[in-house]
């Protein structure tokens, strides 16, 4: 079936780098796109999102792209902090009110 | 977490009771949604409301009834609690439909024994 998924399910970043983080989906007909930050005994917390039409958006040190030929989004992270270690959760929006989640990537910053 | 609370955050219940969850929310927002998070499934929809007395099956929304009385408050009742059912579960509200990004609340964190 159509999904949303994460490449990798950790990363692990010095800190000062810049972290990207992958996400393939596969529904080529969702029309929506974000991207979710989620801390430790937390709820998730929005980050960025991004709409079908474009291929890039900023964000205070984040950049979200979207490719759709080949069905490819990635959230870059700059100089990457250690506020910046959570999961991170990419999510898509068929056109309807719902959304459909990845597994969710891990960032552990390292000092 | 944008005026969402969950109550109550942490449970431990005996397999085969009931068990009712509870959202409330200050925002006034139209769409509420209950989710549950396990390791290597991300979140996933259980069941959502698109207004009062509104609601809908998400995609695991076996075991689990929802109601919706009022606008601020999305309860979600596991009738008889399985093992299976163990889980953190996560209230989220949105504004609009078709493109809005979703407010979470804390958690409940669920153990069914």
């Known amino acids: 079936g159509e999904s949303v998924g994460l490449h990798l399910p950790t990363l692990s970043v010095q800190e000062g780098d810049n972290s990207i983080i992958n996400c393939a989906y596969s529904?080529?007909?969702?029309?929506?796109f974000i991207w979710y930050k989620q801390e430790s005994g937390k709820g998730p917390q929005f980050i960025i999102d991004i709409r079908s039409n474009m291929d890039k958006r900023q964000g205070q040190r984040v950049t979200v792209l979207l490719n759709k030929t080949v069905k490819h989004l990635s959230l870059q992270i700059a100089a990457t902090q250690p506020g910046d270690s959570a999961v991170y959760f990419c999510a898509e929006n068929r056109g309807d009110y719902k959304l459909s989640f990845g597994a969710g990537t891990t960032v552990t910053v390292r000092a | 977490d944008a005026g969402i609370t969950q109550s109550p955050r942490h449970k431990v219940t005996e397999t085969g009771t009931p068990v009712t969850l509870r959202c409330h929310q200050t925002e006034n927002h139209r769409y509420m949604y209950w989710y549950r998070q396990d390791p290597g499934h991300g979140l996933r929809l259980i069941h959502y409301?698109?207004?009062?007395?509104?609601?809908d099956k998400g995609e695991v929304s076996d075991g689990y009834s929802v109601s919706r009385s009022k606008t601020e408050d999305f309860l979600l009742t596991l009738e008889s609690a399985t093992s299976s059912q163990t889980s953190v579960y996560f209230c989220?509200?949105?504004?609009?439909?078709?493109?809005?990004?979703?407010?979470f609340g804390p958690g409940t964190r669920l153990t069914v024994t």
């Open positions: 989220a509200i949105s504004e609009v439909a078709g493109g809005s990004e979703q407010y």
């Open positions: 529904n080529s007909a969702s029309d929506y």
């Open positions: 409301s698109y207004g009062v007395k509104d609601t």
